[in-house]
């Protein structure tokens, strides 16, 4: 098995965008993030870290700070002078407030969270007072009126650089009467707020000090600079024994190659994020108690989720970006080659279409239909059905113009197997059932999520998967309370609901004949549900005796998607960043942990080919960023990557760094 | 002594001949003075003087009344011109009457503690404004409001240029990704070359005259092979 012609795809041009803030909240145990193109993503450091919910960007929105109000209220502020609180359950903006003080640099929260402070463009300072369902401004605390304590200045910096402005980028203030501050002469430095005077001068780098975080209990302070090292303060005593304790330089981390615009603690590790688009979680090792997947570096560079749709048929690629889709036309080859031979491309892949979106909002989810013929996309205000003709060579795209009054926005678009019938995970939970043709689109149905013993108001949560069976007969959705519920199509009615398991699914799909459907989750756990039985199938009750999701955590990234070899059925294949494996069911599970380790490390291949030959779990880490995996007919594979320096090479510039030799 | 008295009495009237010389010449008279002192002053009897005096006086307040009327003219030409230029900026009678009505349907109340409700009212305003006002003008104009946009959208501008200008402006130490990433090939294990060896854009001109000379050549080959 896994003999494959190999598409290797590298025109898909995915670029992150760079991250400007983040806020952790230790009660929910979750980050909330915020990029520069005003997206927020929420991450779930208790589910192996999980990218749980991403709030699309828009294209006026700014934010300069972000906040966290209680467990589940979600504040940002931007230089559009606007503040947004954040709907969770509908991953939209709930509403927005002008603060009236133009730009809005800063904000913070107090720590009994009855109010809110914004520092604005003119000077003041805006006092927000918080209520259950909304903010209201309160007072303004004028520059001239308040009260000025202290009036602290700021040194220049050492010679070189006098003849610039220094500007303070962070200010924090301690519960002991310490203020800390960060500037752009590289300088952490710490006052004395009762009387103003300067405590210590830490100079920590040529280059800004952009981002200041001060940790829970206050003894841990950690600045990111510039040049993208994180440099973390601790509170200690230099004399074992003494009391008097001081704040000393410890640990200093470069994880980062650009700016360094966001950072944060949480109780056992540093989280740091900045202009290379990369959200690191470096594990702080006097913390750590125990030696499990919170032990290890993580670097997040991809979504969470897949971007690339794939019209199996016509060979077709459709990829998803914040302000547009792509088609394209996979290319082809006449020769034949052995394997391990790369073939010369005689037809190149061609670029069939580029849709623009219409208004600010960013595009949240896409799909095209499997004969190719329907692309539909959603924003968080609309959501738009485009029916494609293509003819050899001439491309037609007519947009459906009467949609259901009943579609408003999605975060889940999946089309049928015969690409007759469209569904859309809508914004409150519910499943729509829309058939698609040529003269007209109905709505034929509308799913409710199936309450439960336990939550007897039936879950609101984001519907984030959505599969369809080859037959059309069944329909699955995974919501973000990690529940998986089952609906009949053929009868329009519920079917059933996987037992919940604790971890949020990560991807999901129907097997094409035996209609059980395999689930993977945040934690690297693969289930099979018989959906015709409703339980657990015997070799999912196997795969988990062996426990190889154990051994796939360390190696971190979370499975994307999940596919059959129409081929051979007995054959999954599945894939996260760094590679893929194709499992095949009817082989035994014996030793599943030994053959994946042996597969990971390279070795010579005389050797191995004949005990290769009965392994259930193959393994090809050959390419890698992977973004999709997609079996075609004839036994073709498409790979779509995004080699990381190609994505380095996009970003903004870095600080000049002198180097000795160079 | 007699001389003495004629020459005081001779010197007194002369004097007042010289005043009431003076006081004519005050009085603006028409008279052409020789301005010689030995010359006998010409006679001028107290009436024709007073007359004169009059007349001049009245003169002046008739001027003084001209230019005030004059002015008063001005002012109320220039008040006329100004309401013409108004009335023909802002939007006819009709379309007021509409906003009116429109405003007046909504029926809002100003609370005065809330400010955000205010604005957020007066943005419905002028959305009304909009909607009725667009119905009105054809597809391709939108009635806006010119002083929030420039405003807001300035103020976002000049925050951000701030902080470009801080982080990639003058003086900072920036370099290409192209450079530190080709450090990193140099001082990496196995050293290899930079990442970006030949920038494209170099000797662009050269290329470009090569271009078009090729094309004229082509051009004159395929011309005398005709």
Known sequence: MGEFKVHRVRFFDFMPSGIRCMAFNSKADRLALARLDGSVEIFNFSNNYFQEKVIPGNDSRSIEAICWVGCDRLFTAGLNGEVVEYDLERLCPKYTLDAFGGPIWTAACNSEETHFAFGCEDGSVKLFEILPDKIQFERNLDRQKGHSVQRILVDRGPAGTRNKDCVVWNVAFLSDYTIVSGDSAGKVQLWDANKGTLIKTHLVSKWDVLSLSVSENEDSIVAGTSEGTVVQFQLLSPKIGDTETQWVRTRTFKHHTHDVRAVTETRTAVVSGGLDTQLVICPLMDKVEVKSSESVLRKVIFPHRSLVSCAKKPSLLLFQFPDQLELWRLGGTDTIGKPGESLPVTRKPEKLLQLKRKGDDHICCSTISECGHWIAYSTVSSIRLYQLQCDNNNISITKVSKLPKVLRSAHQLQFSADSSKLFVASEQATIHVISVSRSECKHVHTFKPKSDVFLPTGSSAPVHLLAASADGQWLTSANRHCEINVYNLKKLKHHCMVPVYNSLPSAMAIHPETNNLLVTHADQQMFEFGIVDKQYTDWSRKLQKEGLHRCRLKWGTPVTHITFNPQAPSQVILHDMHMFCIIDQSLPLDGLKAQFYSQLTPKDTSETDKPRKNNALKICNKYQPLLHVNLLEDDWLVVVERPLIDIHSQLPAPVRQKKFGT | ?226
């Open chain 2, 1 to 226: 002594m007699a001389t003495k008295q004629r020459g005081g009495v001779d010197v007194r009237r002369k004097k007042k001949r010289n005043i009431d010389v003076k006081a004519i010449v005050d009085l603006g008279a028409d008279y052409s003075d020789d301005d010689d002192d030995d010359d006998a002053p010409e006679e001028v009897t107290f009436e024709k003087a007073k007359a004169d005096a009059v007349r001049s006086m009245r003169n002046a307040l008739d001027t003084i009344k001209r230019d005030k009327e004059l002015l008063k003219e001005k002012r109320r030409k220039r008040q006329e011109l100004f309401q013409q230029q108004k009335k023909r900026k802002l939007l006819s009678e009709d379309t007021l009457e509409e906003i009116e009505l429109a405003y007046t349907k909504k029926g809002k109340t100003l609370d005065s503690e809330e400010q955000e409700k205010e604005e957020s009212e007066e943005d419905e305003e002028s959305e009304d404004e909009e909607e009725v006002v667009n119905a009105r003008l054809k597809e391709s104009y939108k009635a806006v409001r010119l002083k929030d946009q420039i405003d807001a959208n300035a103020r976002q501008e000049s925050a951000s240029d701030f902080i470009k200008s801080r982080l990639y402006g003058p003086g900072t130490n920036r370099t290409t990704t192209n450079h530190m990433l080709s450090l990193k090939n140099k001082t990496g294990m196995n050293k290899t070359a930079a990442v970006q060896f030949v920038d494209k854009k170099w000797g662009s001109e050269k290329k470009g005259e090569a271009e078009k000379f090729k094309k004229r050549w082509i051009n004159n080959q395929n011309m005398v092979a005709k």
